[in-house]
């Protein structure tokens, strides 16, 4: 039963991943760190509003995603639902992730003059040279924890000699 209940949890936890962190862009390039750099961007009101709209939008969508997404589990865990169900629906969610993120990169452009769209470029190429490892986001050789980039964890040391 506690192997069911780890099952349930990595699933739940790669499907927040997927849907936190899985197709978000670059903080640079998220509508929120456009928002955030307005001064630097010179953005008008006009321009600031509709990124809002944008954002609150993404909010909303991804709110909804992971309301389906506790459900799903919740069904997983009650016996409902299949495992590969829940497989099949947050692939089709990522599918349309991906979809409404490129949308959604589309719609910034068309908001932002080709100055701003220049600047936020410059702005990720800068946060990609900060980021530890030269943009990447684990380092190499060591993939998120799974997989077959994942490194497995040192050996303990052996324990020290009685003193004496």
């Known amino acids: 039963m506690k192997c069911r209940h780890w099952i349930t949890g990595a699933l739940v ?5 997927l849907l936190l962190g899985g197709v978000t862009p670059s903080s640079a390039q998220s509508v929120e760190s456009i928002m ?3 001064e630097q961007l010179q953005l008008t009101e006009e321009q600031v509003q509709q990124l809002d709209a944008i954002r ?3 909010v909303s ?13 919740s069904q997983l865990e009650a ?3 299949r495992r590969s169900q829940l497989m099949a629906v947050m692939e089709d969610q990522q599918v349309a992730r991906r979809a409404r993120a490129e949308e959604r990169r589309a719609s910034i452009d068309a908001i932002l003059t080709e100055a701003q ?3 936020v470029l410059q702005l990720r190429r800068r946060g990609d040279r900060d980021r530890p ?3 990447r986001r684990f380092a190499p050789g060591r993939g998120p924890g799974f997989g077959p980039d994942a490194v497995p964890p040192a050996p303990p040391a052996p324990p020290a000699p009685p003193a004496g």
């Open 13 to 17: 936890a790669s499907s927040v991943f």
């Open 79 to 81: 016996g409902q639902i």
């Open 133 to 135: 490892g030269g943009g």
């Open 61 to 73: 969508l991804r709110s909804a995603e992971m309301a389906e997404t506790a459900e799903l589990r």
């Open 117 to 119: 769209r220049e600047q």
């Open 56 to 58: 609150r939008e993404a």
């Open 36 to 38: 955030s750099a307005r």
